[in-house]
């Protein structure tokens, strides 16, 4: 589906699953505002996926800070002069058990997570409610549809993300503004490499056991999602002429979980 003209907000877009719907977006003939905590990191990418300068824009986000995400989004919507998608993907991961998990690595990742959504909604919507139109996109996963060990907040903050996405919905209709969850599975990220020392460390099996038998065991064919995947889901949602699926999440996981 085409994004010509379109001007799009990705989040934690400097690297991973963020990078590439920023490349896929641009592609689609979208331009694009990489926003990301780090931002040298963030202007090296622009400038990696457009040399000319002229399509893609980078701000420095600390998504969970307030005042820099509403001063992010309206530099951006300067920039362009509009704003028509947001991409909320920015995300963390801290993997331990549920009676020893610290209550403020607890609190960090439910803040990046959903105070992070919550923030740059709310500041992309004043501009799309202006337009009368716009599409928000969240990053859920599987975790979205049902739990694993040693991810609680994780968890929990990615079922939130469906809640959230229902009310944008309920709420941005009379805008023009949809809203939907894109719930990948296991995708070979530097967030997921981490995981897997982690998670043999806490589970007591090897780091190839762990991809095996708890990242990829339910799969259908023992594949890890891939970027590309998740980035041709983002157009397909970004670009979607009507209400038809707004409100709706979709699963991408090598048949991890099926609804």
């Not at 594949?223 to 709706?248: H, I, S, Y």
């Amino acid at each position: 589906m085409s994004l010509s003209n379109k001007v799009a907000i990705v989040t934690g877009a400097a690297s991973g699953i963020g990078k590439e719907i920023a490349r896929e977006f641009l592609a689609q003939g979208a331009r694009i505002a990489i926003a990301d905590l780090n931002a040298e990191q963030a202007a090296a990418a622009a400038k990696e996926l457009d040399p000319s300068g002229e399509k893609a824009f980078s701000v420095g986000m600390n998504v969970t800070d307030e005042a820099q995400v509403e001063a992010g989004v309206d530099a951006i919507a300067g920039h362009f002069g509009q704003i028509d998608i947001l991409v909320s993907n920015a995300g963390i991961q801290i993997v331990a058990p549920l009676e020893t998990f610290k209550f403020s690595d607890w609190k960090t990742l439910l803040s990046v997570h959903l105070d992070g959504a919550f923030l740059t909604t709310r500041a992309c919507l004043k501009h799309m409610y202006k337009a009368g139109s716009g599409s928000v996109i969240y990053m859920g996963s599987v975790h979205s549809k049902e739990a694993s060990v040693l991810k609680a907040p994780y968890v929990t903050a990615k079922h939130g993300l469906e809640g959230l996405a229902k009310v944008v919905a309920k709420e941005g209709a009379a805008h023009g503004v949809r809203a939907n969850v894109i719930c990948p599975g296991f995708v070979r990220t530097p967030l997921v490499d981490k995981q897997i020392p982690e998670q043999a460390k806490e589970l007591g099996i090897s780091e190839a056991d762990v991809i095996k038998t708890v990242m990829l065991k339910d799969t259908v064919d023992g594949e890890f999602t891939t970027v590309e995947d998740v980035a041709r889901c983002a157009v397909f949602f970004a670009g979607f002429p009507t209400n038809a699926l707004t409100g709706q999440s979709i699963v991408v996981s090598h048949g991890w979980f099926m609804q």
